[in-house]
């Protein structure tokens, strides 16, 4: 029988990193928390379908496979561009011990599978670990927009102190994201081994030479106590921030973190105060059982002016657990420029 299968392509780290901007990113991921929370097929408006993620244990739970399948419906990746489809699935692995190898690997390592909508035949493998370190600090990035900056009259361009607590991958591309994208005039850093912090203090240094105050802090308190802003990714097993490290007034906090033993890393007095915010209700059930907060709802609800953004809540969580919907248009957006289709996205500096 004769065939029309097509190998499909592949995209490597670097071809991916190249096409990677922060405004690329953002608005994919703003896409995909908009879709999230609306799965019917529905002309007007774009919808996301994301079965939760299975995950399995390779020995122990410090190793682990996740499988990462999504569909995103009916959306655009620009004001002016057409309303598209993307079937994708993300496969990734988080081994704890890999960092502990000479050289080091990253404990997380991604590909992702991007299928044709239409037909389901695979087009593109390409690398998602660059995708998954960029895609969840702009998760946070729109988190901290609209839960945290609209309260403000400046709005995104309000001067922030931000604190970042864990300088691995997220920490990383967590402190780039947020410098790149709103008005930081500070910056205070914490991670367990100092020299790391150090590294990323004199990254931040030679990026923004003009205007931007970078400390390294000797503990998690100094980092956060004037803090506006505090994003926390770590694998502590036990909290490394609480109520009376932070400053008075409004503060938002996007958690990242899940480590081996979930969401441990802000302690239950800040949760007590705090309204909570996620990615993914579904996600929740499936992976935040262990948390002791109410979740007040989705992101992606407050971003639609379907959710109500609770305007006495003077300390925000926005609890991130990761969603297949970023990582199929943050995917769908390399894609396009890649192969110059579907170009009308928005591209901007790294
Ligand atoms: N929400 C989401 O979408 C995603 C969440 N993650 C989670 O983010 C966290 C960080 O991931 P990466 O930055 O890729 O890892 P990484 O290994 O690059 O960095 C982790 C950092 O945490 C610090 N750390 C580890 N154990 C600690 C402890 N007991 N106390 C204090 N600090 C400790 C290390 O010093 C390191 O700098 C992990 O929990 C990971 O599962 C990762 C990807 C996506
Ligand atoms: O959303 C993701 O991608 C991940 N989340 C938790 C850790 C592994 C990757």
Redesign the pocket.
């Known amino acids: 029988m004769s065939t029309n299968i097509r190998q499909p392509k592949y995209f490597t780290s670097e071809q991916v990193a190249e096409i990677l901007t922060w405004s690329l990113v953002n608005s994919a991921v703003e896409e995909a928390l908009i879709a999230t929370g609306t799965t019917q097929a529905n002309a007007k408006e774009s919808y996301a379908i994301q079965p939760a993620r299975s995950v399995t244990p390779c020995g122990d739970y410090s190793q682990r496979l996740l499988v990462m399948p999504g569909y995103v419906g009916n959306y655009q990746l620009s004001e002016n561009g057409d309303r598209i489809n993307t079937l994708a699935c993300k496969v990734v692995t988080?081994f704890a011990c890999n960092?502990n190898l000479q050289p080091p690997l990253?404990?997380?390592l991604a590909n992702i599978l991007l299928f044709c909508p239409q037909t389901g035949q695979l087009q593109c493998i390409m690398d998602g670990t660059q995708i998954?370190?960029w895609r969840?600090a702009s998760?946070s990035i729109v988190a901290t927009k609209y839960l945290f900056l609209k309260r403000f009259p400046q709005g995104i361009e309000k001067p922030i102190k931000v604190a970042i607590i864990?300088?691995?991958?997220?920490?990383q591309s967590h402190a780039l994201g947020m410098c790149k994208t709103f008005n930081v005039i500070d910056i205070s850093l914490w991670?367990?081994?100092k020299s790391?912090a150090d590294n990323l203090a004199n990254k931040l240094r030679a990026e923004f030479p003009n205007g931007l105050n970078v400390q390294v802090s000797d503990r998690p308190q100094d980092a956060v106590e004037d803090a506006d802003v505090i994003c926390i990714?770590?694998?502590?097993?036990n909290a490394?921030i609480s109520y009376v490290m932070l400053k008075g007034g409004d503060v938002h906090i996007n958690s990242?973190?899940?480590?081996q033993v979930h969401f441990r890393e802000v302690s239950q007095d800040i949760y007590d105060y705090a309204v909570v915010y996620v990615d993914s209700l579904v996600s929740v059930k499936n992976q935040l059982q262990v948390l002791k907060a109410t979740i007040h709802g989705e992101l992606g609800a407050v971003i639609r002016n379907r959710g109500e953004l609770r305007r006495d809540g003077r300390i925000t969580i926005f609890q991130?657990?990761?969603i297949a919907a970023e990582d199929a248009t943050v995917a769908q957006a390399v894609y396009d420029t890649l192969t110059n289709a579907n170009i009308k996205t928005i591209h901007g500096s790294k």
Not at 166 to 171: A, F, N
Not at 233 to 237: D, F, I, R, S
Not at 256 to 259: E, L, P
């Open positions: 988080s960092q990253p404990n997380i998954t370190a969840t998760a864990g300088c691995g991958v997220q920490g991670n367990r081994t790391k990714g770590t694998y502590a097993p490394l990242v973190g899940g480590g991130s657990l990761g």
